[in-house]
């Protein structure tokens, strides 16, 4: 059956993406996990696979053309299937997008007049106190109706609300299920600015993700050589420091930061490697990595981690690196999916 | 300013308004525009608040005049033992302190210990424990918050009555700590609603208590106008009993 | 003026006047008595010569009376309905002010009676206001403003007798000493005796009277006026007295009886109906007439007050503000 490829978000903040580039023509097989074509986000430019296979039957966007997240760019399915219902479909469904467009611009003008009203029907009306106990209990407060003014869901609401599931936690209930209290650990204030700082470039700098995997044996192997040689350990994170420095000092547009209106593309390439600590987490720099040798590296390295665990950082040692590197290999982890470290993070 | 240390009685607060320069211009800001070279150890002492009969003139609850003015204390016990210990400190304390005596509380009764005692500026004193919510109050209006509170008990309420006793400084923390016990609050005030004592604290308890919030924070007020001659017209404008169970049922959601 | 210049009618009516005033209180203390009336009631009994002499001076379509918190003697001198006023003391919407005023703060706008004052000399300078008035808009009228010994003091009083020579304003400021400042003895808290001289501090006329004499009072303030409408500002000092306390709860222990039974010897009402019976201007017979009448309309004002109907609740957000309904 004849299927509808959609422009998906390829960015969080993508609304609308151009088609760079078509990998495939109209009449070409494609595979589970081809990359069918390049587009343009607001960020950048992504490559769009699917996970599936077929023919491509009809090309909606051509190469340049917009399309918003959601809308048809292609068609494909079986070869030599007819399509002319979906084509049909797409193009009544554009004059609605295009009338429902309109609709919403009238909302908003309604809204206008009428902030107050909308204000009220849109959002759930929670007392704060219900809302932080709902939230410390994991509560999904849109299925629980509030019994206060206008639907107000408050304290009592709440606490009902567990009784019909038949868990409770309030203490003076009956149905209390035999679990060990939760533990309350009141947020250290270098938690919460960790908390806030990373939130903040989560939500605030576009995050995308990328990964390769690399054949790291060689690296494994002259590792082994040098540590013989030196009789003492160069870690590992040493080397990628290293090898991530001379990648930079390569490609100078990684190695650069957003500053308001201007990237600035550093002259100095300060890694910071991210080191857990008891109560936090702390980014020691090494400076100039790229002028320095593997031991050089190694040793800048083992001072900083010594430093950190011990809490002994200046701030000038934790801030103001170019890049970041967060590293769980150690703990078996293969991959995760880190958080840019914000410039001047404090801790 | 010059070295005596003087205790001024006015006949009535009404009557103080006569003296509001001298106490806002001069009193309150002597020491700050002299860059703290002189003190100001002065008391205004004296009536409060409407009595009966009296109409606009000489009905008004004058705290909110005085509590805006940076540099004046202002000072409300409700009981006899309270206004023997805080009118020591006053007297006793180096600025200018507005010592406000509900006009109507002149023929309470209370015990005092014939003793020598002071009661700290700033401490709030809890009149009623309870945990179902906080009424916080001061001077006069406590009498029918006392009662309020008993006739709440036979339906099982038990209400927290926070005295504040002293405006400024005001017991930020005793204020707090009982809201967050109790997670709902009325605040019963005599003066008028419009930027007042209560909307004062209203606005601190939903910014340091916001989280413990179950309701909005009630106020019981005078009604917004001036205070009529007519005796039942006079009553309806000021907290009463039923306004303040009202008010507390509002906020308990019943 | 000698007093047989003056019209018999006009002579008449200021005894039936002070007659009126007098017996109005007297019925109002019964009621304050009798709790159905709150708050202060400050009693003129003593007093009513000044009142109705320097008031019987006005043509109140053009002149104004502006009066302290002792205000009963004035508003009846001004020709103000008993009924009304009786109302207000019992606190009804018939009053004058709708039963938000009270005793102290009768008001009638239409009549020129511009209260009705509880602060002490808070008056003087609204009195001095409407003076302006009447000049900036060239008016032929005076403002008689009443205030008593206690109030002389008061910045308030001087500021504004500066000022309405300045502007040589058509106020005339008529002091009633009636000697004690609530309880105290004006003597006590005044640098000086005769008040009147006060007036020569700032460039204006002044004149002490016999307060006890209606006809005297009205003379004084006859010549006041002049004085006012012709651009010198004046300042009476009315010598009085007053029978009863400062106020209902006041005992008058500050004085002796001896002092009010020398004063109630003087009686503005006793000795003026002896003159008039002397001059036959009017006979005992008229006289009792004239009182039957007066306290009929004490009475008449206590029925109409106590059937007068309370103010609805709804009452009490009204007239907060001009145009805004609460």
Redesign the interface.
């Known amino acids: 059956m004849a299927n509808k490829l959609l422009m998906i978000a390829l960015s969080p903040t993508m609304e609308k993406g151009t088609i760079v580039k078509w990998n495939v023509k109209e009449g070409d097989s494609f595979k589970e996990g081809d990359i069918l074509c390049e587009v343009e986000t607001d960020k950048t430019t992504m490559e769009y696979e699917l996970m599936e296979e077929g023919t491509i039957l009809k090309i909606i966007v051509p190469e340049g053309g917009k399309a918003a997240v959601g809308d048809a760019i292609a068609i494909y399915g079986e070869e030599g299937e007819d399509y002319s219902d979906l084509i049909n479909e797409i193009e009544n469904n554009n004059d609605e997008n295009k009338a429902d467009n309109k609709d919403k611009e009238k909302n908003v003008e309604n809204n206008k007049d009428n902030k107050i009203n909308n204000f009220d029907i849109n959002r759930i009306k929670i007392s704060p106190l219900a809302k932080k106990i709902a939230l410390m209990k994991n509560i999904n407060i849109s299925k629980i109706k509030g019994s206060g003014p206008g639907g107000r869901i408050i304290k009592r609401d709440i606490e009902n609300y567990k009784v019909e599931k038949g868990i409770s936690y309030t203490s003076n209930s009956t149905v209390v299920e035999t679990t060990d209290e939760d533990i309350i650990i009141p947020l250290s204030d270098k938690r919460k600015i960790i908390g806030e700082r990373l939130s903040e470039s989560k939500y605030t700098s576009p995050h995308f993700y990328l990964t390769v995997s690399v054949n790291m044996e060689n690296i494994m192997e002259n590792r082994k050589k040098i540590n013989n040689m030196l009789n003492e350990k160069i870690s590992l994170n040493a080397f990628l420091i290293k090898l991530i420095a001379n990648t930079l000092k390569k490609h100078k547009r990684v190695n650069s930061t957003l500053n308001g209106e201007n990237i600035i593309e550093f002259g100095r390439v300060d890694i910071a490697i991210a080191v857990a600590q008891d109560d936090g987490l702390i980014t020691p720099v090494v400076r100039n990595a790229d002028k320095k040798g593997i031991l050089q590296v190694e040793n800048d390295l083992r001072e900083l981690i010594d430093r950190a665990k011990n809490n002994k950082l200046e701030p000038e040692e934790y801030t103001n690196s170019t890049f970041t590197i967060s590293n769980l290999g150690s703990f078996g982890i293969d991959e995760f999916t880190a958080i840019i470290n914000p410039q001047a993070l404090q801790y | 300013m010059a070295g005596l240390r003087p205790i001024v009685e006015f006949m009535t607060f009404n009557f103080a308004l006569q003296a509001f320069d001298q106490i806002v211009n001069n009193a309150a800001k002597m020491r700050y525009m002299s860059g703290g070279q002189f003190k100001m150890p002065i008391v205004f002492r004296g009536p409060n608040g409407p009595a009966e009969y009296l109409s606009s003139q000489h009905s008004q609850a004058t705290q909110t005049f005085f509590a805006h003015v940076p540099g004046l204390k202002v000072i409300t016990p409700a009981t006899p033992y309270d206004a023997k210990g805080l009118l020591k400190t006053a007297i006793r304390d180096d600025n200018p302190v507005i010592f406000l005596e509900g006009e109507m509380m002149y023929s309470w009764e209370g015990e005092v210990p014939e003793e020598e005692y002071i009661i700290e500026f700033g401490k709030a004193d809890i009149k009623n424990e309870g945990n179902d919510v906080t009424i916080i109050t001061y001077s006069k209006p406590l009498k029918v918050v006392m009662e309020s509170v008993t006739l709440l008990e036979k339906e099982g309420i038990n209400a927290e009555v926070v005295d504040l006793r002293s405006i400024r400084p005001l017991d930020e923390e005793t204020i707090i700590k009982s809201v967050m016990k109790t997670n709902r609050c009325v605040i019963v005030d005599e003066s008028w609603p419009f930027v007042s004592v209560a909307s004062h604290v209203g606005w601190l308890i939903s910014n340091k208590a916001f989280d413990y919030l179950d309701a909005p924070v009630e106020l019981v007020t005078s009604e917004d106008v001036p205070l009529p001659y007519n005796h039942k017209l006079e009553l309806a404008a000021q907290p009463s009993v039923e306004k303040i169970i009202n008010a507390v049922k509002k906020v308990l959601y019943i | 003026m000698p007093i047989e210049n003056i019209e018999k009618n006009k002579l008449k009516d200021m005894l039936y006047k002070m007659i009126l005033i007098r017996r109005f209180e007297e019925k109002a203390a019964q009621s304050y008595g009798l709790k159905k009336?709150?708050?202060?009631l400050h009693l003129y009994i003593g007093e009513e010569a000044v009142a109705v002499g320097s008031i019987s001076n006005l043509n109140m379509k053009n002149d104004y009376v502006v009066a302290a918190y002792r205000d009963h003697g004035h508003a009846l001198a001004a020709g103000m309905d008993p009924n009304s006023l009786m109302a207000?003391l019992y606190?009804?919407i018939t009053g004058c002010?709708k039963?938000?005023?009270?005793s102290?703060?009768f008001f009638d706008y239409e009549k020129h009676f511009f209260g009705g004052?509880?602060?002490?000399?808070?008056q003087i300078p609204v009195a001095t206001g409407v003076g302006l008035k009447i000049k900036y808009k060239k008016e032929d009228g005076v403002v008689l403003c009443y205030f008593g010994d206690g109030a002389i003091h008061?910045?308030?009083f001087h500021e504004s007798l500066n000022i309405a020579k300045i502007w040589n304003l058509p106020v005339v400021y008529i002091c009633e000493n009636n000697q004690y400042g609530m309880g105290t003895d004006f003597r006590r808290v005044s640098s000086v005796d005769d008040f009147s001289i006060m007036a020569q501090s700032y460039g204006m006329k002044g004149k002490q009277a016999n307060g006890m004499d209606v006809i005297e009072m009205y003379d004084v303030t006859k010549e006041a006026i002049k004085s006012a409408k012709s651009g010198t500002p004046y300042l009476i000092e009315a010598k009085t007295y007053r029978y009863k306390g400062h106020s209902m709860s006041d005992p008058a222990k500050y004085r002796t009886k001896e002092e009010l039974e020398e004063y109630k010897k003087r009686d503005p009402i006793y000795s003026f109906k002896e003159k008039l019976k002397e001059m036959n201007v009017i006979n005992e017979e008229e006289y009792i007439a004239m009182d039957k009448k007066c306290k009929k309309m004490a009475k008449d004002a206590i029925d109409f007050a106590e059937k007068s109907p309370?103010?609805d609740?709804s009452?009490?957000?009204t007239d907060?503000y001009v145009g805004v309904k609460?």
């Open positions: 009336i709150g708050g202060f207000e606190g009804k002010s039963g938000k005023g009270g102290m703060h004052n509880g602060i002490v000399g808070a008061q910045g308030s309370e103010p609740l009452e009490l957000y907060v609460i």
